[in-house]
């Protein structure tokens, strides 16, 4: 009777010990893609000194994109890096040929984003993680009062901040949802003869809330 005990106790640790590795070892660590879909907000900051006094004007449209990052999963713990290619809808409208916080006619561009995140595990399949890096994003100047672009474009710098949450759908795939705020305060104009102008400082605020679906490798 004790060895069919000892036999049992035993085996039921070989089971579990692969289970709890399972559940802990193989998430949020590593290599990973993802998609992105999500809401894009664009417009003047709190300074007037490219938006007329106008704080509310803006562009809004929908954030399509792709990511990649690496991981690494201490413990208790995620640190990783990460960066972004997205592109956006939004643009000014068609029959406003008024300044728009301080660009004119422009369509959102694509934007490019670098940074790293840091986070803690509320459970082992559960991130809860903020983020911050450098975005570079750029602004195309519409032909009139048409929906077409033209060859010219501003290319604002600036800084970015979020935060989120990650959940492990299985050892591979995963899912966030996020907000992240951006601030551009310096930029210049790429024309359409090839010359570019000088930097100049700016006031552009940019509000995102995303949402991605990825692969863990």
Do not use: C
Not at 178 to 187: M, Q, V
């Amino acid at each position: 009777m004790r060895k069919f005990v000892v036999a049992t106790l035993l085996a039921g640790t070989a089971v579990a010990t692969p289970a709890l590795a399972q559940d802990v070892g193989p998430t949020f660590t590593g290599p990973r893609v993802e998609a992105i879909l999500g809401y894009d907000h664009v417009g003047a900051g709190s300074d007037v000194d490219n938006n007329n006094g106008r704080d509310d004007q803006s562009i809004d449209g929908l954030l399509y994109g792709v990511g990649a990052g690496y991981d690494i999963n201490l413990g208790s713990a995620v640190v990783g890096v990460e960066g972004e290619y997205t592109d956006s809808t939004a643009k000014s409208d068609r029959y406003d040929l008024t300044d728009q916080f301080g660009f004119g006619r422009v369509s959102q561009g694509r934007d490019l984003y670098i940074g790293a995140r840091a986070g803690i595990l509320a459970s082992p399949n559960t991130l809860v993680y903020v983020k911050g890096g450098y975005t570079n994003t750029k602004l195309n100047v519409l032909a009139g009062d048409t929906d077409e672009t033209t060859d010219t474009a501003f290319k604002l710098d600036g800084w970015r901040i979020g935060g989120g949450v990650e959940r492990a759908i299985n050892q591979n795939t995963f899912a966030k949802l996020e907000y992240r705020y951006s601030k551009y305060d310096s930029a210049h104009i790429d024309f359409m003869d090839g010359a570019t102008s000088s930097e100049f400082d700016i006031d552009t605020d940019r509000h995102q809330v995303v949402a991605s679906v990825g692969w863990r490798f």
